[in-house]
Nanobody, 122 residues
Framework: QVQLVESGGGLVQTGGSLRISCTAS????????MAWFRQAPGKEREFVAL????????LYADSMKGRFTISDDNAKNTVYLQMSSLRPEDTAVYYC???????????????WGQGTQVTVAT
């Protein structure tokens, strides 16, 4: 079972930037797709972005396109989410997930991290 550990969350002002990270304990055929989801209080888990380890495939939620960038460092088994122009509505727990398909659906991902809190202050 691959373990995913997120880090880098915190408090940021509106309009600010933040980078969060997700490090996988291993890279196998089971985690060829790496994704970020987020969940705000009282809301369903929402797709943010995904990438394949090869970097050939990336996908973003429409509301994050142009503000968020997903990238990976193969040597470190780490995926990053660079967030800019942050808004209060971006406040959520951000989860890293891994799976084998390039899907926006949470059910397509079999392994999840514990989450990291991102809070955007007004």
């Amino acid at each position: 079972q691959v373990q995913l550990v997120e880090s880098g969350g915190g408090l940021v002002q509106t309009g600010g930037s933040l980078r969060i990270s997700c490090t996988a304990s291993a890279r196998t055929w089971r985690n060829t797709a790496m994704a970020w989801f987020r969940q705000a209080p009282g809301k369903e888990r929402e797709f943010v972005a995904l990438t394949s380890w090869s970097g050939e495939n990336t996908l973003y939620a429409d509301s994050m396109k142009g503000r968020f960038t997903i990238s990976d460092d193969n040597a470190k088994n780490t995926v990053y989410l660079q967030m800019s122009s942050l808004r209060p509505e971006d406040t959520a727990v951000y989860y890293c997930a891994s799976g084998t398909s390039l899907s926006r659906a949470p059910t397509a991902f079999t392994c999840w991290g514990q989450g990291t809190q991102v809070t955007v202050a007004t």
